[in-house]
C-alpha cells in the first residue's frame, strides 16, 4: 500500500519534507492531497512563506495534488498591493487618526485567487506574485518570479519568468490534461507508477490498450 495522505512526514527519520496538507491551519488555503513541501530548517515555515494574507483581502491559495514544492518557495498575496496609479502608493489610512479616512470610497487592487494546479513542480526560493494561475504539470525553475499565468505543462524561469518551453508536445499536452491521473483513485495510481514515471507516448499507448 502507498502511504497515506494523512501522514504528515512520509519519509520515515526526516522531518523536513511534509505531506503539506497536514500542517496548514489558515482557512484560505487548500492543499490536495500528497502535494509535498521540502524545507531546510523546518516545514512549519511554509505559512510564513505564504506572505501578506490578511484576513480583510479575502484571498485564498488553492495548491492541487503531487505538487513539489522546494525549500524557501514564496506565494505574495494581494494584502502586499498598493495604489500604483495613485499620486502616492503610500498607505496613510493604515496608520489611522488622521489619515483614516483617507481611503473611503477607494479600494486597494487585487488581482484574485493565487492558483496551482495539480503536478506541478515549484523549485527553489521561487516566488508567485499575487492572483497567478500555474496549469497542471507546470514546472517553475529556481529564483523565478511568477508574475502572469503558466499554462499546463510549461516550464518557466527567470525574473520576470519566461516561458523557457513545453514539456510535451500540444496534442500529448491535451491528452495528459484529459486523463488527469491525479483524480484517479490511488490504488490505480499506484499501479501505473511506473509508466508515469516514464515516457508520455508509452504512457498514453498502455492506456489505449487498457480501453480497447
Known sequence: ???APSTVFP??????LCFLKNIIHHPHITVGD?????????VENFQKQVRYHFDFTGDRLTIGKFCMLASGVEFIMNGA????????AYPFAVFGED?????EGKSYPSKGNTTVGNDVWIGYRASIMPGVTIGDGAIIGAYSVVTRD???????GGNPAQVIRLRFDPATITQLLAVAWWD???EKITRYTSLLTGDAAMFLAALKEQQA
Not at 489619515?99 to 481611503?103: E, G, L, N, Q
Open 1 to 3: 500500500m502507498p502511504v
Open 11 to 16: 519519509l520515515s527519520g526526516y522531518q523536513r
Open 34 to 42: 500528497y502535494t509535498y513541501y521540502d524545507d531546510f530548517e523546518t
Open 81 to 88: 498591493n498598493h495604489l500604483a496609479t495613485a499620486v502616492s
Open 99 to 103: 489619515w483614516a479616512s483617507a481611503m
Open 150 to 156: 503558466v499554462a499546463p505543462y510549461t516550464i518557466v
Open 184 to 186: 484517479w483513485p490511488i
